[in-house]
């Protein structure tokens, strides 16, 4: 009888733990959507201290972070995540490690980050868009060009890869192939895009 007593107990409290996170889970969803980030990281903190250190408590956390303005911070949850989570979640760490060294003006190491998207995801052209971008910022012309050729192959509709692959081409000075590229991509709301376009592209 005390057995059957002391598994009921465990049942119903691993039952009550069960939905104590799930409560929090809840609560913090609610308040990302508010943009609530503060009053979210709250609550992915008390998911940590009861002892749910799961991948996407850390992401989650980092997101919070990110967003509250400590990307420092941000990047040590990212890489918990990523030392838990298994390797087909790993892209989506890597992306955000990425935008942070991005942010930071620290190309080259969020270029590579944007490369290991491609372990798990090597048909991806988002990846290799965010290669690209690094690349340009690392003044790597060719190579980004190189690189937004390659994500053409795989998503010819893609306005975003057009409009980069004309600045790309800016910098290279090929001013007629870039201007190709900025009249293919002209469908995006991109005011940057009609200004180099009206600096350079004037049709006679």
Known sequence: MKKVLLLVFFVLSTFSFAQSIKVLRQEAVKAINNYDFET???YYEKI???GYKTWETYVL???CEFH???PDKALIYFNKAEAKADVRYHATIYIR???IFMQQKKYEEAWMQFLKVEITRPED???K???ATALYHMEKYNDALFTLTKAEKLDNSDLEIKYYKGLALMKLNKIPEACENFELAKGLDNTELKIVSAQHCIKP
């Open 40 to 42: 979210a990281k709250g």
């Open 48 to 50: 940590l201290d009861k």
């Open 61 to 63: 956390l980092g997101d």
């Open 68 to 70: 509250l303005g400590d």
């Open 97 to 99: 490690k990425g935008t």
């Open 125 to 127: 052209p988002s990846a």
């Open 129 to 131: 868009k965010l290669q």
